[in-house]
C-alpha cells in the first residue's frame, strides 16, 4: 500500500501481525538477511548489526524477523538472492512506525548512496564536536 503524500513510503502487512518478512524468491541461491545499519565501514561500506530470524523455511521461501527486534528511527539493510545470474537485491529502509496491533509497519525507503554520504557526515562532524568540548573545558 503506498502513501500518496511520499512516494519513498510504504506500508508493510506484518507477517501474523508481528513478522516482518523478508521478500525471498529463490531459496535455492542463497539465504537472505536483515541488518541494522550503525554506520560507515571502509571495507564492507556499512557497520551492520545482522538480526537473527525467528523462522526460515528455504522449501517455503520464508524468512521471518520480529519486529521486537527493530527499531523506530533506525536504518536497515535487506538483501535477497535473485538467481545465480543477477545480483541480490538490496533494499534500505528507516522504520517510521510499528503496529503490531494492526500489524503494520510503515517504513520509508532510502537511496544507498545518501546513506553512505550521511554516515560519513555524521562521522566527520563527530570527531569536531568532541575536540570543541574538550578546548571548552580546559
Same mark, same amino acid.
Given at each position: ?35 541494522k545499519i550503525e554506520g560507515s565501514d571502509e571495507r564492507y561500506? +556499512?557497520?551492520?548489526? +545482522?538480526?537473527?530470524?525467528? +523462522?526460515?523455511?528455504?522449501?517455503? /521461501? /520464508? ?7 527493530? &527499531? $523506530?528511527?533506525? *536504518? ?6 535473485? #538467481? ?6 538490496? *533494499?534500505? +529502509? ?5 503496529? !503490531?496491533? #494492526?500489524?503494520?509497519? !510503515? ?10 554520504? #550521511?554516515?560519513? /557526515?555524521?562521522?566527520? $562532524? ?7 568540548? &574538550?578546548? #571548552? !573545558?580546559?
Amino acid at each position: 500500500m503506498e502513501n500518496e503524500n511520499n512516494e519513498n513510503m510504504d506500508v508493510i502487512e506484518l507477517e501474523r501481525g508481528k513478522y516482518y518478512e523478508v521478500p525471498w524468491r529463490n531459496g535455492k541461491v542463497g539465504i537472505p538477511y536483515v541488518a541494522k545499519i550503525e554506520g560507515s565501514d571502509e571495507r564492507y561500506g +556499512f557497520k551492520r548489526k +545482522f538480526l537473527k530470524p525467528v +523462522f526460515v523455511d528455504r522449501k517455503n /521461501e /520464508e524468512y521471518l524477523i520480529d519486529v521486537k527486534d527493530m &527499531e $523506530i528511527g533506525a *536504518i536497515y539493510e535487506v538483501r535477497y538472492p535473485r #538467481s545465480w545470474k543477477h545480483p541480490d537485491v538490496r *533494499i534500505y +529502509f528507516q522504520i517510521l512506525q510499528i503496529d !503490531t496491533e #494492526s500489524g503494520k509497519m !510503515t517504513i520509508e525507503y532510502l537511496d544507498k548512496k545518501n546513506l553512505v554520504l #550521511s554516515f560519513k /557526515e555524521m562521522e566527520e $562532524i563527530k570527531p569536531n564536536n568532541e575536540a570543541k568540548k &574538550e578546548a #571548552s !573545558t580546559e
